[in-house]
């Protein structure tokens, strides 16, 4: 994590360019307190997460990034302490986008989670294909079809 000074500096210095240049922008502050947590979060984990999300709105960010956390209430004390809209890392372990909303969060970013899960799907593919020789990786695909349809010009 950076220095909250210096991360404060950098976020005020990006609004003021945005606005000089007449820009509408919205700037995501991200604090990283909880996405490297071993163990149960501590309140000094949520008050340096609120203070830093909080200095950060302050300093120009119109929107606040904390990444790591999964438990309910924890997002929802989050979402209440923070002053600034409250974007969510989601997960396999997170709630559901419309229960992260009404916990008041107002972004939801999945990450390279996507990105994974295809990879695994090719990983996992080739694995059955060398090592038993079956296809099974294809069922419930798209047909060819449907394919075409999907990518045929508008």
Known sequence: ML????????IQAGREAADAAGMSFVLNAR???YLHNEGAPSAAMFDMAVS???TYYAAGARCVFVPGVTD???IERLADAIEAPLNILAGPASPSTAELQAMGVAR????G???SACLTLVENAAAELRNIGTYSY???????????RRFAPP
């Not at 220095?3 to 950098?10: G, M, N, Q, S, V």
């Not at 294809?138 to 075409?148: C, E, G, H, I, Q």
């Open 3 to 10: 220095d909250a000074t210096l991360a404060t500096e950098r």
């Open 31 to 33: 604090t990283d307190v």
């Open 52 to 54: 830093r999300a909080n």
């Open 72 to 74: 309910a209430d924890l």
């Open 108 to 111: 939801v970013s999945i990450g």
């Open 113 to 115: 989670s996507l990105a």
């Open 138 to 148: 294809a069922k419930d695909t798209f047909s060819n079809a449907v394919l075409n």
